[in-house]
């Protein structure tokens, strides 16, 4: 199969399941209109998410990396009335941008965005624990550092995603000591490990190219 056979079925995948949806929409159209980049999950990947935290009955959801609010929508929008999405945010402005879309979007009650570097915010969250759930879609230098406080924050029985950890095949390089690299396979191999996960890892080919997504539970 080539990329265009890939893609074409992505899309399928996307206008059959996922459909239009004005507030994702405009939320993409915002971020890039302030300049971030275009890296929030693909709408099936969004979705995924989505679904996991309603399979999950999660209330209580902690996410780690904003950017623009796309998948912070999807998240919120699978929590009950009372439930909470504690999303970090290293840039104010990025974070500012993300508040006006999730509010846009009706779910403004359910989303805190704290803002700052989450190893400084993750420490100040021991009082809302245990989260349900957790997606971890920041630098990937700190996989490590962000797995182990989902653990902390977590309970037996918490779902732990982890976004981005087949980067187009090059963690399986072992040559390829690059930062994001290595920090994604260091995290990989911490699941494996580390006695306070079980956790399996699925490629991804969607309209976010190929890539990977980590899925984990707290034992
Ligand atoms: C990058 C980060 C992401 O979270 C993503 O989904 C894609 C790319 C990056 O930093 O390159
Ligand atoms: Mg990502």
Known sequence: PTPADWQRLDRWFADTLV??????????????????PAIEVAPVNGKFLHLLARIAGARRVLEIGTLGGYSTI???????????????????????????SIDRAGVGEKVDIRVGRA???????????????????????????????AARLGRPGTVVVVDNVGRAGCVADES?????????????????????FDATALQTLDAKGWDGVALAMVV
């Open 119 to 149: 190893e400084h915010v993750l420490p100040t969250l021991e009082g809302e624990a245990p989260f349900d759930l957790v997606f971890i879609d920041a630098d990937k230098e700190s996989n490590t550092l962000y797995l182990d406080w």
């Open 19 to 36: 459909g239009h949806d004005d507030a994702l929409e405009q939320a993409v159209h915002d971020q890039a209109a302030a300049g971030m």
């Open 74 to 100: 999807w998240l919120a929008r699978a929590v009950p009335e009372g439930g909470r999405v504690v999303t970090i945010e290293a840039e104010p402005a990025n974070a500012a941008v993300a508040r006006a």
């Open 176 to 196: 390829d000591e690059s930062p994001q690299i290595d920090g994604t396979r260091r995290g990989l191999r911490m699941l494996a490990s580390d006695p306070r």
